[in-house]
């Protein structure tokens, strides 16, 4: 039986993740990564044929971190937990949110074929819990519900990423309230 890899998938993609975070993804080059690492640039190349398919393991991987909260909290019913979702995790995980959040396209210029299958599926789980959830709310709608959860929380939490920092806790109280508001029954409007 060998001996286990000295640099995990997970610490290459960790190392990528700070050097993202701290200068953005065209640092984070192959031999950036392995030079932070302390590793010979063959053993990213042992684990990741490209450049870009690190770097397309790394969003996905962000990705689905991110989405695991907010699928749980929709299974719950708690849609309010879930909007509020998006600003905690930023805070606890701020360079993996900037990661997710702000740079895929920088990340991801190209995206590789041997990941395609996960791109198409990466939002199965969350489309899924909103359809759920919101056959449960009656009233609500999929798309008010789906502000509430992805729209409002992104825009919310996004100006503070972009300048590095994470989203002050006022954030919270102004997604809870938007979200109540936006899930709050609209009275029909009747001709008269």
């Given at each position: 039986?060998?001996?286990?890899?000295?640099?995990?998938?997970?610490?290459?993609?960790?190392?990528?993740?700070?050097?993202?975070?701290?200068?953005?993804?065209?640092?984070?080059?192959?031999?950036?990564?392995?030079?932070?690492?302390?590793?010979?640039?063959?053993?990213?190349?042992?684990?990741?044929?490209?450049?870009?398919?690190?770097m397309a393991a790394l969003w996905l991987r962000g990705v689905r971190r991110f989405q695991h909260g907010v699928i749980e909290?929709l299974a719950a019913g708690d849609v309010e937990a879930a909007a509020l979702h998006t600003p905690r995790w930023c805070r606890?995980?701020?360079?993996?949110?900037?990661?997710?959040?702000?740079?895929?396209?920088?990340?991801?210029?190209?995206?590789?074929?041997?990941?395609?299958?996960?791109?198409?599926?990466?939002?199965?789980?969350?489309?899924?819990?909103?359809?759920?959830?919101?056959?449960?709310?009656?009233?609500v709608g999929r798309e008010r519900l789906l502000f509430a959860v992805v729209d409002l929380p992104y825009g919310a939490v996004?100006?503070?990423?972009?300048?590095?920092?994470?989203?002050?806790?006022?954030?919270?109280?102004?997604?809870?309230?938007?979200?109540?508001?936006?899930?709050?029954?609209?009275?029909?409007?009747?001709?008269?």
């Amino acid at each position: 039986m060998g001996r286990p890899g000295k640099f995990t998938e997970d610490r290459i993609l960790d190392t990528a993740m700070a050097i993202t975070a701290e200068e953005g993804p065209a640092a984070a080059t192959m031999a950036a990564i392995a030079g932070r690492l302390g590793a010979p640039t063959g053993s990213l190349y042992h684990r990741f044929a490209s450049r870009d398919l690190l770097m397309a393991a790394l969003w996905l991987r962000g990705v689905r971190r991110f989405q695991h909260g907010v699928i749980e909290a929709l299974a719950a019913g708690d849609v309010e937990a879930a909007a509020l979702h998006t600003p905690r995790w930023c805070r606890d995980h701020l360079a993996e949110a900037a990661t997710v959040l702000l740079h895929r396209r920088e990340l991801v210029a190209r995206w590789p074929g041997e990941l395609a299958g996960q791109l198409e599926g990466v939002n199965t789980g969350l489309a899924a819990a909103l359809d759920a959830c919101a056959a449960r709310l009656p009233g609500v709608g999929r798309e008010r519900l789906l502000f509430a959860v992805v729209d409002l929380p992104y825009g919310a939490v996004r100006r503070h990423l972009m300048a590095g920092q994470p989203p002050p806790p006022l954030v919270d109280e102004l997604v809870a309230r938007a979200c109540r508001a936006v899930l709050d029954p609209v009275p029909e409007v009747r001709g008269g």
